[in-house]
């Protein structure tokens, strides 16, 4: 296995507020998965008024709080410092393609249709627009380029109840819908892929001038392992934090609320800074922020 250097490094939290009235269970998927290229340097999670909370994996592999917010205004805050590599987003145009009766047991779950993702309602679609396209990753690409191009990303369009299906026939929405939509066509094609949520800097990248935000994207299984595709953006990325991933957003999700809650303070971060110019716990301060330009620094 190659040497990769983890030479950037990034400042990742949120800070999210919930007014509830009565004790209410949650599950939170905030810190970064424990794998890939990405070492935590610094981290801490708080939790204010709510009761003591615990951590177990749950059967994707996600690092999960579970929690119960009592009566009152309840404060989540996840802050960390962690290095990541500076190559971006890459699969090898020769991957192989294993058959469905080949594929591992654990990832043949990504292959079937799901809440969000409801690959049976597309396959004539799917076939109609890339049955003609190589089998593998120029099928994934094509995918990925038809999304990017015919799904129109409006900011703030995002329902929580929205299927891929009902994404393509709407044609617009946000990272969340352009994921499903693309793990959706995949399936229809028994290509297993799973959605993902994190954080993405803008590194390499000039800033949009967008508040930061959790982004949504898949992966696909080709060659023996999981490969990023990002249809919202569709170029290769650098950065990238996993939080979570699962057959759709119910598995992706960040907080999952039982019962009624009022979201009174939203705001997350994700941007490089250079090193020991950043302790967590400091206040959130862009001005030490060095992505957001064409340039890459290295830290």
């Known amino acids: 296995m190659n040497w990769i250097p983890l030479n950037v490094t990034l400042r990742i939290g949120c800070h999210l507020s919930y007014d509830v009235t009565h004790p209410t269970p949650m599950l939170l ?58 190559l971006p987003d890459y699969c090898p145009e020769s991957t192989p393609v294993p058959s469905v009766d080949q594929l591992p047991a654990d990832v043949l779950r990504y292959t079937l249709p ?14 109609n627009h890339f049955g003609l396209v190589p089998h593998g990753i120029q099928r994934v ?92 953006f569709n170029v290769p990325r650098i950065g990238r934090v996993k939080m979570a991933h699962g057959g759709d957003a119910v598995d992706g999700a960040f907080a999952t609320i039982y019962g009624h809650a009022v979201p009174s303070y939203f705001l997350v971060w994700a941007y490089q800074v250079a090193n020991g110019t950043v302790s967590i716990g400091d206040p959130i301060d862009l001005s030490l922020r060095i992505d957001g330009t064409p340039l890459v620094r290295y830290s």
């Open 141 to 232: 690409k094509a995918i990925c380029d038809w999304v990017h191009h015919n799904i129109e990303y409006r900011f703030g369009s995002g329902r929580p109840d929205l299927s891929a299906s009902e994404v393509l026939a709407r044609r617009h929405g946000v990272c969340r819908d352009f994921a499903h939509l693309a793990i959706a066509l995949c399936r229809a094609f028994n290509l297993p892929a799973r959605y993902v949520t994190g954080h993405l800097p803008d590194i390499g990248f000039i800033d949009p001038g967008s508040a930061m935000d959790f982004h949504a994207y898949c992966e696909v299984y080709l060659g023996g392992q999981w490969y990023t595709f990002d249809p919202r």
């Open 114 to 127: 799901s809440r969000y993702c409801d690959s049976d309602k597309l396959r004539d679609f799917a076939w």
């Open 29 to 86: 998927v905030l810190r970064p998965r424990l794998e890939g290229h990405v070492l935590v340097v610094q981290e801490s999670l708080s939790f204010g008024i709510g009761q003591p909370a615990y951590e177990f994996l749950d059967s994707h592999g996600n690092l999960t709080w579970r929690s119960v917010m009592m009566p009152g205004r309840n404060e989540i805050r996840h802050d960390a410092l962690v290095a990541v590599s500076s």
